[in-house]
Structure formats: C-alpha cells, structure tokens
C-alpha cells in the first residue's frame, strides 16, 4: 500500500495530459497557420515554432488546467491551514479528515472560489510558458550550432543538446511552478486567502520559507521533464529534416 501511494493522483495526471496534449497538438498547427497568416514575412523556423507552441501550450493549459488544480489538492491533502509557520509540509497530516476522491476536491474548490477558484495559481503558468519556450528552443538550435555540421544529425548529439536546454530552462523558470503549486494548496479562510497574487507569493515565499524553497523539488523535476523534453526535442527536428522544412 505504502507503494501505491506514490500514484495516489496518477488516475488524476492521465486524464488531465491525454486532453492537454490533445488540445497542444491540435491547436499548435493552427496557431502556426495564422501566424503565417497574419505575418506572411514570418517563415517557417525557431521563432514561428517558439510562438505558436507558447500559443498551444496555453491553451492546452487553460483548458485542463482545472484538473492539474485538482491534482495537486489531492496529493497535498491540504486540510488544515498552519498560518503561523508557513510551512505547508506540516499541512499533509494535519489530524483532519482527508479530501476523498477527485470529486470531493473539485466540489470543495467550487465552494471555496466559485468558478475562479478552478484558476487560481494560473498566472505564474502563463507568464512562465513563452520565457520558457524561448529558452527551450532558443537554446536548443544555439546548441547546435556548436556540434561540427558533419555530426548534426546525430540523434545521441540532439538529445544531448535537447536535455541540456531543458535543464536550463527548467532551473530559470522553476521558481514559477514553485509559485503555483504553493498558491494552489493555499486554502481560504475567514481571513481570505494567503496569496492575494503571484508577486505576493513570490514575496512570502522567500521571506517566510526562505529563497532556496523556490527551487524544492527541482533535481525530481529533471529527472522527470528533462529526458521527455530532449526526446520531443529531437523527435520533432528529425521530423522536421525528413519533410526538408527549413530550419
């Protein structure tokens, strides 16, 4: 059992990424095509790409993002709220009872912000998705411009250029998940909620927690994103030179 409780919200994070990646792919094409579109000077290359998967990233994630709001409640099992400390480790055991089911979470979300409580922690989401995207393929084409021309279009090298561009967008823009999840778990009470915006989050966080609370959790977070992101880094221009796009 004890196990199994590291998938507690697995069930939660499928049906939330089977949508989201939906929403991403399908929209991403559309967004490139309007773009062009719109900007017809604007050619196919690093800067349509950075632009319309910022544009379906966000979509993606304004659309699920009730469900990874849900998600995060339901594996913190914030139940109780310790105002003094500010330390929300101490609010996963907290002597009450337990949100049980997704449903329940979602109904408690409802009752404690309405319709905008399903958004709350969005905004450090989407200022976070075009910085981040710039990084991740700004970097990612940088990068191989370094590799000898006779050796680009080996697929160990654009993985390995691909990890190390995640890894530096994902240290950059860190800090705003951090924000996110914290203003997600922040419960209201008679005296409102916690966090009034991100920038206050951001303040609390290092005044009360410390700076280095803004990166908990990130070496977790490199094994987990990292490899995905190099792989569809790497994917997508081996895609990209069998169709001869221009790069």
Same mark, same amino acid.
């Given at each position: 059992?004890?196990?199994?409780?590291?998938?507690?919200?697995?069930?939660?994070?499928?049906?939330?990424?089977?949508?989201?990646?939906?929403?991403?792919?399908?929209?991403?094409?559309?967004?490139?095509?309007?773009?062009?579109?719109?900007?017809?000077?604007?050619?196919?290359?690093?800067? #349509?790409?950075?632009?319309?998967?910022?544009? =379906?990233?966000?979509? !993606?994630?304004?659309?699920? $993002? *009730? %469900? +990874?709001?849900? @998600?995060?409640?339901?594996?913190?099992?914030?139940?109780?709220?310790?105002?003094?400390?500010?330390?929300?480790?101490?609010?996963?055991?907290?002597?009450?009872?337990?949100?049980?089911?997704?449903?329940?979470?979602?109904?408690?979300?409802?009752?404690?912000?309405?319709?905008?409580?399903?958004?709350?922690?969005?905004?450090?989401?989407?200022?976070?998705?075009?910085?981040?995207?710039?990084?991740?393929?700004?970097?990612?084409?940088?990068?191989?411009?370094?590799?000898?021309?006779?050796?680009?279009?080996?697929?160990? #090298?654009?993985?390995?250029?691909?990890?190390? =561009?995640?890894?530096? !967008?994902?240290?950059?823009? $860190? *800090? %705003? +998940?951090?924000? @996110?999840?914290?203003?997600?778990?922040?419960?209201?009470?008679?005296?409102?909620?916690?966090?009034?915006?991100?920038?206050?989050?951001?303040?609390?966080?290092?005044?009360?927690?410390?700076?280095?609370?803004?990166?908990?959790?990130?070496?977790?977070?490199?094994?987990?994103?990292?490899?995905?992101?190099?792989?569809?880094?790497?994917?997508?221009?081996?895609?990209?030179?069998?169709?001869?796009?221009?790069?």
């Amino acid at each position: 059992m004890k196990v199994l409780g590291g998938y507690t919200t697995n069930g939660v994070s499928i049906i939330r990424t089977l949508p989201h990646s939906i929403f991403q792919y399908v929209t991403y094409e559309q967004y490139q095509s309007f773009l062009q579109y719109k900007w017809p000077r604007v050619e196919r290359g690093p800067l #349509l790409d950075i632009l319309a998967s910022s544009a =379906a990233s966000a979509t !993606g994630f304004l659309c699920t $993002y *009730p %469900l +990874d709001l849900a @998600r995060t409640k339901y594996a913190y099992q914030v139940v109780d709220r310790h105002q003094s400390s500010g330390d929300y480790r101490k609010c996963i055991h907290s002597g009450h009872t337990a949100q049980r089911g997704v449903t329940n979470v979602f109904m408690t979300i409802y009752n404690q912000g309405g319709m905008l409580g399903f958004y709350r922690g969005v905004g450090p989401t989407l200022g976070g998705i075009l910085p981040y995207n710039v990084i991740k393929f700004y970097g990612y084409e940088k990068l191989k411009r370094w590799v000898p021309k006779e050796n680009r279009s080996s697929v160990a #090298l654009n993985l390995s250029c691909g990890a190390l =561009a995640a890894l530096i !967008g994902q240290t950059v823009m $860190y *800090p %705003l +998940d951090v924000v @996110r999840r914290q203003m997600q778990v922040d419960i209201p009470n008679q005296n409102g909620t916690r966090y009034k915006n991100s920038i206050e989050a951001f303040k609390s966080i290092i005044r009360n927690q410390g700076w280095r609370q803004l990166y908990a959790g990130l070496c977790i977070n490199y094994i987990k994103v990292v490899p995905s992101i190099a792989i569809g880094l790497t994917a997508f221009d081996v895609i990209d030179r069998q169709l001869h796009f221009p790069r």
